[in-house]
């Protein structure tokens, strides 16, 4: 698996991945465009999971602030890795512990995260959709 900086070249094929996964696990999300990626990545350090050349995920960071803005993995790739190693090659990316925002109701995505060393910081119950903030600690 490679893991590498996105070439903005392949901006399509990850939005085709942020609407496919979105319209598959995300029902809360009113009508998903393709256009999303590119506005909700803005500004963002943007890495690729590629296997055999195919692109198959992708994660967006604010390296300020050490957040995980998105993480999403085809559908058909999911299960085989690919979140736990874009995961880690962000991690390396900061000197800061990892933040994410994941809704409460994405359980496959809670369990994870958890099984990825993320914690619960606190719940924001008054979002919409209600959501929690995680936190990875940096291993000393």
């Not at 590119?38 to 590629?50: C, T």
Request: charged share 30%; proline share 5%; with cysteine.
């Amino acid at each position: 698996m490679e893991i590498r900086p996105m070439r903005i070249a392949e901006q399509e094929q990850l939005a085709a991945i942020y609407l496919k996964a979105r319209q598959v696990s995300f029902p809360w999300v009113q009508d998903p465009q393709l256009a999303d990626f590119k506005r909700d990545s803005m500004g963002e350090s943007v890495i690729i999971a590629a296997i055999d050349g195919k692109i198959v995920g992708f994660a967006s960071l604010n390296r300020l602030l050490a957040f995980v803005h998105l993480l999403f993995v085809d559908p058909d790739w999911q299960r085989m890795s690919v979140g736990h190693r874009l995961i880690e090659e962000m991690d390396k990316r900061t000197q800061r512990p990892l933040t994410l925002k994941c809704v409460i109701e994405n359980k496959p995505a809670l369990a994870f995260y958890k099984r990825e060393g993320f914690e619960i910081l606190r719940e924001n119950r008054n979002d919409v959709p209600a959501n929690d903030t995680l936190i990875k600690q940096k291993n000393e």
